[in-house]
Each structure stands twice: as structure tokens, then as C-alpha cells.
């Protein structure tokens, strides 16, 4: 009986740090953090994210963001299936990137969507004597490299950059403007 009760009072703490971990208190105790947000294109709409880690150090230095190395790992996956989803960055900076996903719809209770918060940084560069256009959705970024029009290269950098605020207009519950 004594250890049935133990298991209980264990799995019942457990629940308890979880819960402490997913959720802050409502009313005067919030905290606030604020954050730089960045648009992204996806499927022709633009999305809303943060970045919180990279794991090169470079470009965490250069984005503020945490250098995270553990994140390249990711790109190995489990049972040989990824963890992360691509994103498309231009080398000059001459647009804002391009996601392979977002969460649709914005709510914990989506099902059936490919998303993941972590990114792996796909390079692009735009052919030189191509017109450059603004590129708005992953096919379009396909499209164009089949075309002979930009270059891709996948690089071994791992982003974690949460959608905030999706295609839907809806953000994550606590998100304000």
C-alpha cells in the first residue's frame, strides 16, 4: 500500500512541475518579456516569429539570440525523420525569408499540420543576370531554382524560431501587438 501511495504522490508532483513549467499565473503576477519580431513568408502570407537560439555561433551573435550547438542534432532527427522544417534566407538580406510551415490553425489544438519550431537555414542566392522578384512561398523558391534563377545551400545551422502569429491572424494566447 505504502509504495502504491508513493507512485501516486510521485506521478502527482510530476504532473505539478510540468504544469509550473508550461503556464505562468494569470493577473498582476505575469511577467512580460518583449521581443524582436520578424515576418516571414508563408504560402504567400506572412507569418510572425521570434528567434530565441541558433546554433552557430556567428549567427546567434549577429541575431541576439542564444548559441545553442545542441540544436544541430536536430537536423539528424529520429529513426532517420527530421526534426526541422527549412527556411529559406536570402545571403543579401534582400527579403524577408521564406518557412516551409507555420501552424494552421494558430491553437494548441491543431492536429495534422507539419510544423516545427526549428529551422534549418536553407541559403539563397540569386543567380547574377536573373531579375530578382520577391519570392513568397516555398514553391516559389523551388520554382526559381529549378528556373536557374537562385542558388539553394543548405547549411548546418539550427534556428528555433517560433510562430507567434500565423497566416490565420490568430497568436498564441498572450501574444499582443
Known amino acids: 500500500m505504502k509504495g502504491h501511495l508513493r507512485g501516486r504522490m510521485a506521478a502527482l508532483l510530476m504532473a505539478g512541475m510540468m504544469l509550473g513549467c508550461s503556464t505562468l499565473p494569470e493577473g498582476p503576477t505575469t511577467t512580460e518579456i518583449r521581443l524582436p519580431l520578424s515576418r516571414a513568408w508563408f504560402n504567400g502570407q506572412t507569418v510572425e516569429y521570434i528567434v530565441t537560439d541558433v546554433s552557430d555561433a556567428a549567427m546567434a551573435s549577429m541575431m541576439g539570440a542564444h548559441h545553442a550547438p545542441r540544436l544541430r542534432a536536430a537536423i539528424g532527427g529520429v529513426g532517420g525523420r527530421s526534426l526541422v522544417d527549412r527556411v529559406y ?77 500565423s497566416v490565420d491572424g490568430v497568436a498564441l494566447r498572450g501574444a499582443r501587438p
Open 89 to 165: 534566407k536570402f545571403a543579401d538580406d534582400a527579403q524577408i525569408s521564406v518557412f516551409e510551415s507555420a501552424p494552421l490553425p494558430s491553437s494548441p489544438d491543431r492536429q495534422g499540420v507539419h510544423y516545427s519550431p526549428l529551422w534549418r537555414v536553407v541559403e539563397v542566392r540569386w543567380v547574377p543576370g536573373h531579375p530578382r522578384r520577391e519570392l513568397r512561398s516555398e514553391e516559389d523558391v523551388l520554382a526559381a531554382q529549378d528556373r536557374g534563377e537562385v542558388r539553394l545551400t543548405p547549411l548546418d545551422v539550427v534556428v528555433n524560431c517560433p510562430v507567434i502569429r
